[in-house]
């Protein structure tokens, strides 16, 4: 029962995910983080059964910093991006697939950009995407209330909407949520308190 939701400002991509680990009717933990810093500007937030997100995420965070350490510079987020889906892809054609939804998030360059990949690697850039039981009730309101070239106040009002409205509707009750800001400073957690 995971749910995260990202969206692409001016200069800047907006994230939000959930903190409760979850299996069936028991709630194990309520504050964990599903967000996993990549690089300095680059974040990914995982959805899916626990042991397969935190084996993911964690080679994924790994290699590339192997493959910063071996280069010597930190590769772009379309490459980045482009890695984690070969290695997704990868693994789906072996025994050892990742039952593992993403959203990752990167600001270079080429400004901010946000791509939503599924567990079978299929791979889009995006403005705006949410995953998870909770993306029901929250498409509608990014399709009503998203504008390409948002401020940051403009989509942090957004993004409380989508948090509210899950509250609301979900039938589960999603403890808090963890919220990150990808921009050309970095990658920083921040207080929307919705």
């Known amino acids: 029962m995971d749910f995260s939701v990202a969206i692409v ?3 800047f ?3 939000a995910a959930d903190s409760a680990q979850a299996r069936s009717i028991v709630v194990m ?29 964690e080679l994924m965070q790994k290699n590339l910093k192997l493959q910063a350490l071996r280069n010597g510079y930190e590769t772009s987020t379309w490459s980045s991006v482009n890695y984690i889906r070969h290695q997704l892809a990868h693994a789906l054609r072996s025994r050892g697939a990742y039952q593992v939804n993403l959203l990752i998030a990167g600001c270079d360059a080429l400004g901010p950009q946000l791509y939503y990949m599924d567990y079978l690697a299929s791979m889009n850039k995006v403005q705006f995407a ?3 039981y909770g993306s029901f009730f929250t498409y509608s309101i990014l399709d009503r209330w998203y504008r390409p070239g948002m401020a940051l106040p403009d989509a942090v ?17 999603f403890p808090s949520f963890v919220v990150r800001i990808v921009d050309a ?5 921040i207080n929307i308190d919705a």
């Open 9 to 11: 400002g001016e200069g």
């Open 13 to 15: 991509v907006l994230l």
């Open 29 to 57: 933990k309520q504050n964990m983080d599903k967000m996993v810093q990549l690089s300095s500007k680059l974040v990914m937030t995982a959805s899916g059964p626990a042991g397969d997100t935190a084996a993911f995420s």
């Open 130 to 132: 949410a995953q998870g």
């Open 157 to 173: 009002e957004v993004l409380r909407k989508c948090l509210a409205e899950v509250r609301l509707r979900f039938i589960a009750n």
């Open 185 to 189: 400073d970095g990658v920083r957690e």
